[in-house]
């Protein structure tokens, strides 16, 4: 429950910023580096490829988790209804993925073309990652309330 305002606009916006900061920051999914197990080589003592698979899927996702989870529980705590905020950010999303659709290169060096349709899929994976991320989180911040201090 709770009443959508102007300024939740901006929180979409922030969602959505924070969404591609956690898939193109440092360590990102985009970059061939996140791929490779030196990263998981410190927990691991033998060579054991499904859990190593597993600890570097745990370590790309972990970003993305903590966004979707940290926002819900700002939605919850704010009594803003996360429907109508997924909504305004899934709006937002697809005018910036049309942004993209348009910007498809058919013309020019493999790396051109490469790199168009790439962005292009990238923020269509991002709109259903953001989906999905909400309802996985659902059930984690539903009834979330702060506890107040007792007054002395």
Request: charged share 10%.
């Amino acid at each position: 429950g709770g009443v959508l305002r102007e300024s939740d606009v901006g929180s979409a916006l922030v969602l959505l910023f924070l969404t591609n900061a956690a898939f193109f920051g440092t360590g990102n999914i985009a970059s061939v580096s996140s791929f490779e197990l030196r990263s998981v080589y410190r927990f691991m003592t033998t060579f054991e490829p499904f859990l190593m698979t597993a600890l570097l899927l745990f370590k790309m996702a972990l970003p993305f988790v903590l966004v979707s989870t940290t926002f819900g529980l700002v939605c919850e705590l704010n009594k803003v209804p996360r429907s109508a905020v997924l909504c305004i950010v899934l709006v937002l999303a697809d005018m910036m993925s049309v942004q993209f659709f348009f910007a498809v290169r058919s013309q020019g060096s493999w790396k051109e073309i490469g790199n168009s349709i790439s962005i292009f899929g990238i923020s269509n994976f991002v709109m259903v990652m953001i989906q999905l991320l909400f309802i996985a989180t659902r059930p984690y911040v539903t009834g979330v309330a702060l506890l107040r201090a007792p007054a002395p």
